[in-house]
């Protein structure tokens, strides 16, 4: 008799178990589906800098002796370094969470690509909010800005807002669903647009 309760013990928790194993999984495979009801959204562009010089330098002339030799060896040397963190918005408007898990991406400038990479960590982004996902970005511009001119440089220094975005810049993302150990990149980049009014 201890025995047959004992197996029914055993076998009612088993299947609680699984019963909980299943919710999990389903819940999860939920949250990796819902990626693609998501919106994507350009934020802003903060800390950008070229050739190791602060773009609010360039933009407000507040240019030091320092400053002004960095940009000239840069352009010389047709090695003009560019970093930038670029905040991308994930709104979720359903009533479920969905998940992030990995995320190519293309920089543009004036037109030509001129940086790409992938991100590989995972955001969750609750129902009905928005996560904002950072991305930060390294590259060259030496070739791009040798071949047009000093003048195109000063034009992308002085075409960010107060918004901190600007019009030189585009960037194109294709978001990835996980499925097992694998990743499954949607079919298509999304060009990313700033978004006006709140964000």
Not at 17 to 27: F, V
Not at 47 to 57: E, Q, T
Not at 87 to 109: F, Y
């Amino acid at each position: 008799m201890k025995k047959i309760a004992l197996a029914i013990l055993l076998a009612g928790s088993l299947a609680f178990t699984s019963c909980d194993l299943l919710t999990s999984l389903t819940s999860q495979v939920t949250s990796i589906a819902n990626l693609v009801n998501c919106e994507f959204n350009l934020k802003n562009v903060n800390n950008v800098s070229v050739a190791g010089v602060n773009v609010k330098n360039l933009t407000s002339g507040d240019l030091s002796a320092t400053d002004v030799v960095k940009l000239v060896a840069a352009y010389q040397s047709k090695k003009v370094p560019l970093s930038m963190d670029i905040n991308i918005n994930v709104k979720n408007p359903t009533e479920h969470k969905a998940s992030l898990t990995a995320m190519d991406w293309i920089l543009a400038l004036d037109g030509t690509d001129v940086a790409n990479g992938a991100s590989s960590r995972t955001y969750t982004i609750k129902s009905n909010t928005t996560t904002t996902v950072p991305l930060g970005v390294n590259t060259d511009l030496g070739q791009l800005f040798s071949s047009k001119g000093l003048d195109a440089l000063k034009n992308f220094a002085s075409s960010f807002t107060n918004d901190g975005t600007s019009s030189k810049i585009g960037l194109r993302i294709r978001p990835s669903l996980s499925v097992g150990s694998s990743q499954v990149p949607f079919p298509n980049y999304i060009k990313l647009e700033k978004k006006t009014g709140k964000s």
